[in-house]
């Protein structure tokens, strides 16, 4: 294996990971007016109240805990790991890709970041509300901050899937049209609601059980219609106006297995399998990655008009790349080796051996 080749490996692995970690997280954001109220009593280490509306139709329960956040918040800020280490790679081993992304695809990657940023204050600064009227306003920007970044990164998907418009100059741009054509429009939405399904399948396994049957109605009825979603970006892709793969055959396959995982996460929610159900929504969300990179390749940013920036075109000179070695070799390791732990650490559902964060 070429060390381009590895590193477009790691690439992927990273933003797939960061796709299944945040993925939930942004659910559970988007999910706790639903699946907020906490069922148990007093758990440990969790301090009374300080905004006066908890409890107030905000999906909180009358101690201010909300059970859909709770279940996410041993792995909340840990998970963004993956995509600094993603944007890491993307610095150092695809220069020519960061600079032709990141500018042309500005817009988003704005609204993303900002999403972030509002939505991890809300979530942890809800509690410290003075008033009902104020705990509203928190709780809806911890919405906001989950659902904001995934209909980005869904419409990102779907522009990569369909090509980016690619000005005289060489350079990338999106434009208004772009973001809010059929197609891109479609995978936001599909993007979102498969995250939100995927939410509901964590807050399902980690939850106590009135929440996590909630959960499971709730994760089940938006999976079906994320793969509704998924069938009317296909629909758009026949005719001309989706996604314009360079692999057909590999993007064929894998797109069914999107849809197998969907059903199958659909299917284990209605049948109260747990741990299955959510390993089914980690490839649903996992596979977008794989398919844009081996659905696209030789490309890593397809122009709508057809070429593009390839592998060889992006990546950066071999001496930069084993000088990188070392990230790769220690810091990824690390990650993982943290992820696990932190995973075993806060294992079980909430409210039995862990106390109340958010």
Known sequence: MSLETLWLALLGLLLAGYFVLGGYDYGAQMLSPFLGSAEAGPRPGAGPAVGAGAGSGTGTGPDGRNAALDAIAPFFLGNEVWLVAFAGVMFGAFPHLEGSLLSGLYPLIVAILAGLVLGNAAVQLRRRSRGARAAKVWNALVVLGGALPAVCWGIVVGLL?????????????????????????????????LFAGHGAAFVALRSEPGTATAARRLGATLLAAAGAAGALALLLSVFGAGASMTRTGTSVVLFALVVAALAAGWWFLGRGRDTLAFTATCLATALPVLLIGAGQYPYLLSASAGGGITVDDAVADGATLKVLIGFGVVVVPLILLYQGWSWWAFRGRTGRRHPSYF
Do not use: M
């Open 161 to 193: 899937l369909h090509g980016v418009p690619r000005r005289a100059d060489g350079s990338f741009h999106v434009g208004a049209g772009d973001v809010f054509g059929p197609f891109a429009l479609t995978c936001g939405v599909a993007t979102a609601l």
